[in-house]
């Protein structure tokens, strides 16, 4: 049974966005009975088949790797996080829907998970000086989550979610909108089933497979995101 | 770009605002002693009900609308709140000896005697502890010796634990699919009678989950602890780093300074409780005094008194608050949340009201007589003894407690990830 593959995704958000809601919903099809603090970092470990449905069915392990903590915390604790960056397949953004902040705070949490952390500074970069260019070349698939959507009343839905649109678009991933506590949100079928299986999917691509559908032999763990090994790859 | 256009908003409109204010004060409002006396008291009976009456009533309300089952009746359960911190307000004057029998019930003396019992409490706590943990911090003697070599160590420990969760995790995982295929279901013993069922009858695939679980917690709880040590070493790199810069030696040189004034403050706060001693005259006046005496230099003691005690009250008040700020900033970062965030405000809110209070109550001493009984009109006959005795009392208690607790945490720490 361990002898799946296995390809390791990273849950990133503020604290109190709901990650560890989201990560148990994911991973044990439930709702979390009980919420508290997490402290350094949780994981959780999801089966997926890639390429359900088609002959080409294989099963792998995802393992959701939920880190706690801020973006404004001590840079002590920030590079104590950064040990669990290392070889990440891909990125789930968390924020709050009810909160602007957690939203904005997504750049620099992709950021520092990339390894670029720009300003080291409580300073804010606001959306009209953001640079997509940083984003142009990156390897790794992403994915906006945003949580606590019955908490947004029906008059500002529109708005919340034209803004949300505005940042996964930013990242140049797909966006799910959701609420945690309620498990219909991702029942089999409806359509933020299908983007997260496609997330998933694609994740397990990159890793995996070559453009043309051979499979990579197993690479040994690299310390950089898309270091040396897949450079080769151009994707025009 | 725009952060030039906002500092120089700032700095206008501040230029503005203070400009205006001195010249309003200093020529229209305050022209005679009698409108200064009225609007100080009146300050102060704003400042007052504010932290009496509005301040914990909003606070009970934030509170009784997180809780979810008593959302109908908010303004009823606040009001019962706000009454039950009325009455524990009003016990806590009891065991003090602070009034004299010529007041009356409602006056304002009685409001300001407990205000300034918590504050005065609150003051001595945090002196007690800054005046330990500031030459602590500052200075580079107390530093443990951290290497790379033990980061990496303690790094690899951490994700050796992540992978054993993990591994442990994906039989879970695999267990629950093979039995969701298979037809069972894994239902959580839920209320009193699924208790008794499970007893009897267990799937075996459930038995073996809730033993993983277990091991699971175990290694989870492992992972913090790792975590957490990870951090502390990380920070106390970088306090070893930060040490050898000209800052940090100037900082390091500062808490030799602040180390001698502190144990001389504990010696004073002892010898004041020991001997029952009261000042009579304030430092700067004594100390001026000390200096006509013995050097001979010739000084006009009250000019330069009155002038020299003033700048150095308005320095005490701003550092001490300052300080305060600060702390109290650190503390509420850590424990806040979106649910809370508006209690934890007012409650900082309150805080700085009656430590602002009883600031005024403490100052007294560190001015010149003639200006002590001016504070006393507007204050109301307070017995001022009591609260100096009081402060120096929490200040010894809380300076001792907190050399016991730091001793502790400094010894129990290194033993654990020194490389030998």
């Known amino acids: 049974m361990a002898s799946l593959d296995r390809v390791k995704v990273l849950v990133l958000g503020d604290s109190g966005v709901g990650k560890s809601s989201l990560v148990h919903l994911l991973c044990q099809n439930q709702v979390l009975g009980n919420p508290s603090w997490t402290v350094g970092c949780s994981v959780d470990v999801r089966v997926h088949d890639y390429k359900e449905g088609t002959p080409e069915e294989k099963t792998y392990y995802i393992e959701l790797w939920d880190v706690g903590g801020s973006v404004g915390s001590a840079s002590s604790v920030k590079s104590t996080r950064a040990v669990f960056y290392n070889s990440v397949n891909g990125i789930i953004l968390v924020h709050d829907l009810t909160n602007k902040k957690s939203s904005q705070n997504l750049y620099r949490w992709s950021l520092e998970a990339l390894n670029r952390d720009l300003v080291p500074t409580g300073v804010l970069v606001t959306n009209g000086d953001y640079d997509r260019e940083q984003f142009a070349d990156n390897q790794i698939p992403l994915l906006v989550i945003g949580t606590k959507l019955d908490q947004i009343h029906e008059t500002k839905r529109h708005e919340v979610l034209t803004r949300t649109a505005f940042l996964a678009e930013d990242f140049n991933a797909e966006e799910i909108n959701l609420d945690c506590t309620n498990p219909r949100y991702l029942a089999a079928g409806s359509s933020n089933a299908v983007k997260l299986s496609r997330f998933f999917d694609k994740v397990i691509e990159k890793r995996y497979f070559l453009r043309d559908g051979n499979q990579i032999p197993g690479f040994p763990d690299r310390k950089r995101f898309g270091g040396g090994s897949l450079k080769s790859l151009h994707y025009d | ?420």
């Open chain 2, 1 to 420: 770009m725009s952060f030039l256009v906002d500092s120089s908003i700032m700095i206008t409109s501040q230029i503005l605002f203070f400009g205006f204010g001195w010249l309003f004060f200093m020529r229209q409002l305050f022209k005679d002693y009698e409108s200064r006396y009225f609007h100080w008291k009146m300050n102060l009976c704003v400042i007052l009900l504010i932290l009496v009456f509005m301040v914990p009533f909003y606070i009970g309300y934030f509170i009784v609308s997180n809780i979810r089952l008593l959302h109908k009746q908010r303004l009823l359960f606040s009001c019962l709140l706000w009454l039950t911190f009325m009455y524990f307000f009003w016990k806590l004057g009891d065991p003090f000896p602070i009034l004299s029998p010529k007041h009356g019930i409602l006056s304002i003396e009685q409001l300001i005697s407990r205000v300034g019992v918590i504050g005065v409490t609150l003051m001595a706590l945090l002196s007690g502890f800054g005046a330990v943990n500031c030459p602590y911090t500052y200075m580079s003697y107390f530093l443990r010796n951290v290497t790379d070599t033990d980061i990496l160590a303690l790094e690899r420990r951490l994700l050796q634990t992540m992978d054993m969760i993990i591994s442990k995790k994906k039989r879970m995982a695999m267990t629950r699919r093979t039995m969701f295929q298979k037809g069972e279901v894994h239902n959580k013993p839920s209320g009193f009678w699924g208790m008794i069922k499970s007893v009897t009858t267990s799937a075996p695939g459930s038995e073996n989950l809730t033993l993983i679980q277990q091991e699971v917690d175990a290694l989870e709880e492992l992972s913090r602890q790792l975590f957490l040590e990870t951090a502390d070493l990380y920070a106390t790199k970088e306090r070893i780093e930060y040490s050898k810069t000209f800052k940090g030696k100037y900082f390091n040189f500062l808490g030799y300074f602040f180390s001698i004034y502190c144990v001389w403050k504990i010696f004073m706060a002892t010898i004041n409780i020991v001997f029952d001693r009261v000042g009579k005259t304030d430092p700067v006046t004594r100390g001026i005094e000390i200096t006509v005496n013995y050097l001979g230099i010739q000084f006009d003691v009250k000019f330069w008194s009155q002038h020299i005690s003033f700048i150095l009250v308005g320095i005490i008040i701003v550092t001490s608050i300052r300080g305060l700020l600060i702390t109290l900033t650190k503390f509420f970062y850590a424990i806040s949340s979106s649910k809370s965030s508006n209690v934890i405000v007012l409650l900082l809110a309150q805080i700085m009201g009656m430590y602002f209070v009883s600031s005024v109550l403490l100052i007294r001493m560190s001015m010149p007589l003639e200006y002590r009984t001016i504070v006393t009109e507007v204050l109301g006959e307070l017995q001022f003894n009591f609260y100096h005795r009081w402060f120096d009392v929490i200040f010894l208690v809380s300076a001792l407690s907190s050399i016991l607790f730091l001793y502790l945490a400094h010894k129990q720490a290194p033993e654990k990830h020194m490389a030998p």
